[in-house]
């Protein structure tokens, strides 16, 4: 990603209703999961830390991140250990160490995915969880996956598909973002349409429109235990390392 992609992101995550929606949604879902007490917890692709103190409630934290500057930005907090690495093949950490594993989207990034995910399960201890998210649908393609060098979109299948391709079990995939997708995709094919690059997304809307956005997005966390959103802009998976060689055969 480029540079100034990355400072205008670590300028606005802590305020942008999209960052701040995320975390809240994230945290509810990683809630469900049996964690052990103060879980080790690796992010993986950190950014300039932006989930860290999110993560750290969870347990004790590491992360790597191949960007210089984010790097420092993501040291600067001193929530993690974080560590200069890259998928699939530049992780800093000892194979099988990890209770969670999470990769906020990253896999888009990431040119050989598949290889990707096999290398975040064998950051997993046996019985570990996996938690990722990923942008959704082609149909939503824009200069903004251009601007941040996504290499794809994805789709409930295709996602699924490739994590059980993994061997991974008791997978869990679900659409969020849902609320506001009729609002994002008529943006961003108007954008298309006019030929609007200039107007990117990655920028902070006025404080009130900004709220707004936020109580809409985050009220997705209450829903998202009980429906099976059919549409989202983006996707969230959890997953299982299997706890055996029985456990993946029966996946």
Request: with cysteine; aromatic share 10%; hydrophobic share 45%.
């Amino acid at each position: 990603m480029d540079g100034d992609i990355l400072r205008q992101m670590q300028a606005i995550e802590a305020h942008h209703w999209w960052f701040i929606g995320r975390r809240l949604i994230l945290a509810s879902i990683l809630d469900e999961l049996n964690l052990p007490t103060r879980a080790q917890v690796l992010e993986a692709g950190c950014g300039t830390g932006g989930n860290l103190q999110m993560l750290a409630k969870f347990g004790d934290v590491s992360a790597f991140e191949p960007h210089p500057y984010c790097l420092e930005c993501a040291r600067g907090s001193s929530l993690a250990d974080v560590r200069p690495g890259r998928l699939p093949d530049q992780i800093p950490f000892t194979s099988g160490s990890f209770d969670l594993v999470a990769a906020f989207d990253v896999l888009e990034h990431v040119a050989d995915d598949l290889g990707g995910l096999i290398a975040l399960r064998d950051m997993l201890k046996p019985g570990g969880y996996l938690i990722f998210t990923v942008p959704a649908f082609m149909l939503l393609w824009s200069e903004h996956d251009e601007r941040n060098h996504h290499y794809r979109r994805y789709t409930k299948m295709s996602v699924t598909k490739l994590t059980k391709m993994v061997g991974f079990c008791e997978i869990q995939c679900q659409y969020f973002n849902t609320f506001l997708f009729p609002f994002i995709a008529a943006t961003r094919l108007i954008k298309k349409i006019l030929h609007l690059r200039h107007m990117h997304d990655d920028i902070l809307p006025p404080s009130a429109l900004n709220r707004i956005f936020l109580n809409i997005f985050a009220a997705e966390q209450c829903f998202m235990r009980r429906l099976d959103f059919p549409f989202g802009t983006s996707l969230v998976m959890t997953a299982r390392n299997p706890q055996s060689p029985a456990d993946r055969a029966r996946n």
